[in-house]
């Protein structure tokens, strides 16, 4: 799960799992989330690098799911929007066929938030998406 509400020119974003939020700011990506997942504690620990991640066997073992325990927290983090960022809340099952280039490049078109959001989707299916694939993308005016 991924949330971002905003409230003036703040944003508050919660996630769980390896959902993910991005943002784009003067044309450069940047993952605002933290995977929960194994691999992710595996990099953080230096055991693997994130190249090494991406093709990891223990790659689809998250370690915090809606769910999955009777105990379910969310992390959060708060931060000032700015005027001309581009915002994108997507499932694993985008960023699993996709990576991050291909994310910046695209939230970086002058298109519309749905024509990209179409173009992630189909990007992603026609690449044989074995999971949910969605995809949200949000202007800052």
């Not at 990891?56 to 708060?78: C, E, K, S, W």
């Not at 809340?89 to 985008?94: Q, R």
Request: with cysteine; charged share 25%.
């Amino acid at each position: 799960v991924a949330i971002m509400v905003s409230y003036g020119k703040y944003c508050v974003y919660l996630w769980a799992g390896d959902s993910r939020l991005y943002r784009l700011r003067n044309g450069e990506l940047r993952q605002m989330t933290t995977d929960h997942s194994q691999v992710e504690q595996y990099v953080e620990q230096g055991l693997i690098s994130r190249e090494e991640a991406a093709v990891h066997p223990h790659g689809n073992m998250i370690t915090r799911a809606v769910g999955a325990t009777q105990n379910f927290f969310l992390d959060m983090d708060i931060q000032e929007m700015q005027h001309g960022d581009r915002y994108l809340l997507c499932s694993d099952g985008l960023t699993k066929h996709t990576v991050d280039i291909e994310f910046q490049e695209m939230l970086n078109k002058g298109s519309s938030t749905e024509e990209i959001c179409t173009e992630l989707i189909e990007l992603t299916l026609s690449r044989g998406a074995g999971d949910n694939v969605t995809a949200i993308v949000i202007d800052i005016d």
